[in-house]
């Protein structure tokens, strides 16, 4: 089931909110059940043969989570760190047998000639967020950052909804006190409003700009194509364009469906073409999956705490495997590995530049100009289907491959994606909405962080009133007229 679907905004959606508030008023954990039960059937909607798999995987997991805290309760360090090395273990073969075996196969048929004989495998969706999440529960358990739970709220923590498909990759110390907190299993008609808007702001990027943007994209990313200046240049723009609208609008969505439910789930995006650097970016960009890969990653593996050389070696391993769990193909292994190096030239010029005068307004428009350059490039690796489709497009850009090539509908639409960057830097950071409502709609006499001050400035003043309330009326108006057919989103794949 997509969230961009009628179904969806008109069946599945107000069934479920209304259940879980009214048996919230019996029994938390009937509600906590309810919603547990529509989290799988909206997973199952996609492919009932895979729900055993998921409940196969939340049973071992939380299975090898007691057994791992009973053996640290009991001081037993190596039981422990035995059960931690065999649960994720095993949460690794069961992504990689489905995400990497065919992968693996290909390489084997390239170099023997011979068929590896293991058929057309199909990849569950959600596969890699719902399989990282569990090892963040089974890594955060070992370092005592978390406890258990109970079986039906640990199901509840994978399999919820808003997340299982395309993240937010979460933490069970985020989510578990405000799934038991008394007051998520009432509804709050404020955040059912606020979580409302964020969930129309995603559907409208999603459907009325994604979507329209996407036909550019698939014109200069045709396999054994050779797409001259101008068709390679609006492809790369239109995915560039694309990809950031298509999964911040995921996020959005699941930001605000969460918010409708009383739970607040972590923000993903922070305005990423706005960075004026690639360490900026990757700050901003996907906030989730860089914290995971940091946390349960590069510092393991030692961060910087062993030197520059190692440190380095550390960025870029770390990237390699951020860009294969994006895909099991060659383009996402340089797009992370290209990713990588981007990194560490990042990282020695801040070396270099703290002895050099500061830049100003220049240097920090030079610094976003030449970041924006290096991730769209960037982008061509992540989109094609193919080494071979990315070097074409990658030359067709360089002018190597003659400046013509139709853009979709004609030339003249070209205009369409100027239009659409600029709305992506005039749309409203979700992060600032939400942290306008918590300035508009919170307690005034409760004390206020000081960083908010500086967002009250930029927080595009959220509160419930007629405009607010037309605005969005229209665009989800808009929103529900373009959803024509079909349109999943990007990050599905992964």
């Given amino acids: 089931m997509l969230f961009n679907s009628y179904g969806f905004i008109l069946v599945f959606l107000p069934v479920v909110v209304a259940g879980f508030f009214l048996l919230g008023r019996e029994s938390p954990g009937l509600a906590s059940g309810w919603l547990a039960g529509a989290s799988l059937v909206f997973y199952g909607l996609w492919d009932w043969r895979f729900v055993p798999l998921l409940l196969a995987s939340v049973a071992f997991n939380h299975g090898a989570g007691k057994l791992l805290a009973g053996a640290l309760a009991a001081g037993r360090r190596r039981r422990a760190r035995l059960l931690l090395i065999l649960g994720v273990g095993t949460d690794l073969l069961l992504l990689g047998g489905?995400?990497?075996?065919?992968?693996?196969?290909?390489?084997?048929?390239?170099?023997?000639?011979?068929?590896?004989?293991?058929?057309?495998?199909i990849l569950p969706i959600?596969?890699?967020?719902?399989?990282?999440?569990?090892?963040?529960?089974?890594?955060?358990?070992?370092?005592?950052?978390?406890r258990g739970s109970g079986f039906v709220s640990y199901l509840l923590f994978v399999s919820y909804f808003p997340h299982l498909i395309a993240g937010p990759v979460l933490h069970h110390g985020d989510m578990m006190p405000q799934f038991?907190?008394?007051?998520?299993?009432?509804?709050?008609?404020?955040?059912?409003?606020?979580?409302?808007?964020?969930?129309?702001?995603?559907?409208?990027?999603?459907?009325?700009?994604a979507d329209q943007v996407a036909p550019f994209a698939r014109a200069a990313f045709v396999a054994g194509g050779h797409p001259g200046a101008s068709l390679a240049w609006a492809g790369a723009l239109a995915y560039t364009l694309q990809i950031y609208l298509d999964f911040s609008a995921y996020s959005d969505m699941a930001i605000g469906l969460s918010r409708m439910l009383n739970i607040r789930l972590p923000a993903n995006f922070e305005s990423p073409y706005k960075a004026a650097s690639i360490i900026d970016f990757w700050r901003r960009w996907h906030i989730s999956l860089s914290r995971f890969l940091r946390d349960y990653l590069y510092i393991p593996l030692g961060g910087g705490r062993r030197g520059t050389g190692r440190r380095y070696a550390n960025l870029l391993l770390t990237m390699v495997l951020g860009g294969l769990w994006h895909g099991a193909g060659w383009t996402f292994v340089l797009?992370?590995?290209?990713?990588?190096?981007?990194?560490?030239?990042?990282?020695?010029?801040?070396?270099?530049?703290?002895?050099?005068?500061?830049?100003?307004?220049?240097?920090?428009?030079?610094g976003w100009a030449l970041t924006m350059l290096a991730v769209i490039l960037a982008w061509v690796l992540f989109r094609?289907?193919?080494?071979?489709?990315?070097?074409?497009?990658?030359?067709?850009?360089?002018?190597?491959?003659?400046?013509?090539?139709?853009?979709?509908?004609?030339?003249?639409?070209g205009a369409v994606l100027a239009a659409l960057g600029i709305m992506v830097l005039a749309l409203p950071n979700l992060r600032e909405?939400?942290?306008?409502?918590?300035?508009?709609?919170?307690?005034?006499?409760?004390?206020?962080?000081?960083?908010?001050?500086?967002?009250?400035?930029?927080?595009?003043r959220w509160r419930?009133?007629?405009?607010?309330?037309?605005?969005?009326?229209?665009?989800?108006?808009?929103?529900?007229?373009?959803?024509?057919?079909?349109?999943?989103?990007?990050y599905f794949q992964f």
Avoid at 129 to 140: G, K, N, S
Avoid at 472 to 485: V, Y
């Fill in 335 to 366: 797009w992370g590995g290209l990713h990588g190096v981007y990194l560490i030239v990042n990282h020695g010029w801040r070396h270099v530049a703290r002895h050099l005068p500061p830049g100003g307004r220049a240097g920090r428009f030079a």
């Fill in 433 to 460: 909405v939400m942290r306008g409502e918590s300035l508009v709609l919170a307690d005034p006499a409760a004390p206020r962080p000081a960083a908010l001050g500086r967002m009250r400035r930029l927080a595009p």
């Fill in 98 to 121: 489905f995400k990497y075996l065919p992968f693996l196969a290909g390489i084997f048929t390239a170099v023997t000639g011979r068929d590896a004989g293991l058929g057309r495998i």
């Fill in 180 to 209: 038991a907190a008394p007051a998520t299993f009432r509804p709050d008609e404020r955040a059912i409003a606020v979580g409302f808007t964020a969930f129309i702001l995603g559907l409208f990027k999603k459907v009325a700009l």
């Fill in 126 to 146: 959600g596969i890699s967020f719902f399989t990282f999440t569990q090892i963040a529960y089974l890594v955060d358990i070992a370092r005592g950052l978390t």
């Fill in 464 to 490: 419930p009133g007629l405009l607010w309330a037309g605005a969005c009326a229209a665009l989800f108006a808009i929103s529900l007229l373009r959803m024509t057919q079909v349109s999943q989103f990007l």
């Fill in 384 to 413: 094609a289907p193919d080494i071979g489709t990315a070097w074409a497009v990658l030359c067709g850009m360089a002018g190597l491959s003659g400046a013509g090539g139709a853009l979709p509908g004609g030339a003249q639409e």
